[in-house]
T-cell receptor, first 114, second 114 residues
Framework: SAVISQKPSRDICQRGTSLTIQCQVD?????MFWYRQQPGQSLTLIAT?????????ESGFVIDKFPISRPNLTFSTLTVSNMSPEDSSIYLC???????????FGEGSRLTVL | AQTVTQSQPEMSVQEAETVTLSCTYD???????LFWYKQPPSRQMILVIR??????QNATENRFSVNFQKAAKSFSLKISDSQLGDAAMYFC???????????FGDGTTLTVKP
């Protein structure tokens, strides 16, 4: 299993500012993912965080808007840059242990942009 | 690209009764993994059950079982003896063996009536 801590759990931000979300895992994992979820809706994959190299972004998400760092096998950050109200959402960190294994999720970071 | 479809946005069941949640998916891959995840109102996603595509036998976890029809690309979840604690949003997910990332359906909100 894996225990994931995300910070902050929630935040209210002003338009045009940036926020960095941290994800800490209690064990080394090969795969880390960042998802976005509107309340009551499905999860959309933003990117795969790769240790020691640039993240792999999904269609519709770009590095300038969502820069990701992954300095080691237990930690990653996602920054939401130049925020607008459309960025208001829940951002979830997820990790996978091995091919075909289940995903483990953090509790999420609920972001509200005014 | 893989897609996952959950055609039931909402379902309800009487406590102690049985309910089946539907899921279909589309893929050109022959080897993959399927999951059902549960997201209670507190938001943290947890695994309910997992199925390897190469296994014909349907997975079972206590009161939870699946009906996996590979040719039909169908993966339904049956919850027996429903309990109040089963109330949550349920997501069907596909995980690729090649890429490791997961694709989620839109979710089904399950209500359990006492």
């Amino acid at each position: 299993s894996a225990v994931i801590s995300q910070k902050p759990s929630r935040d209210i931000c002003q338009r045009g500012t940036s926020l960095t979300i941290q994800c800490q895992v209690d064990s080394q994992v090969t795969m880390m993912f960042w998802y976005r979820q509107q309340p009551g809706q499905s999860l959309t994959l933003i990117a795969t965080a790769n240790q020691g190299s640039e993240a792999t972004y999904e269609s519709g998400f770009v590095i300038d808007k969502f820069p990701i760092s992954r300095p080691n096998l237990t930690f990653s950050t996602l920054t939401v840059s130049n925020m607008s109200p459309e960025d208001s959402s829940i951002y979830l960190c997820s990790v996978g242990k091995g091919i075909g294994g289940e995903l483990f999720f953090g509790e999420g970071s609920r972001l509200t942009v005014l | 690209a893989q897609t996952v479809t959950q055609s039931q946005p909402e379902m309800s069941v009487q406590e102690a009764e049985t309910v089946t949640l539907s899921c279909t998916y589309d893929t050109s891959e022959s080897d993959y993994y399927l999951f059902w995840y549960k997201q209670p109102p507190s938001r943290q996603m947890i695994l309910v059950i997992r199925q390897e595509a190469y296994k014909q036998q349907n997975a079972t976890e206590n009161r939870f079982s699946v009906n996996f029809q590979k040719a039909a690309k169908s993966f339904s979840l049956k919850i027996s003896d429903s309990q109040l604690g089963d109330a949550a949003m349920y997501f069907c997910a596909y995980r690729s063996t090649n890429a490791g990332k997961s694709t989620f359906g839109d979710g089904t909100t399950l209500t359990v009536k006492p």
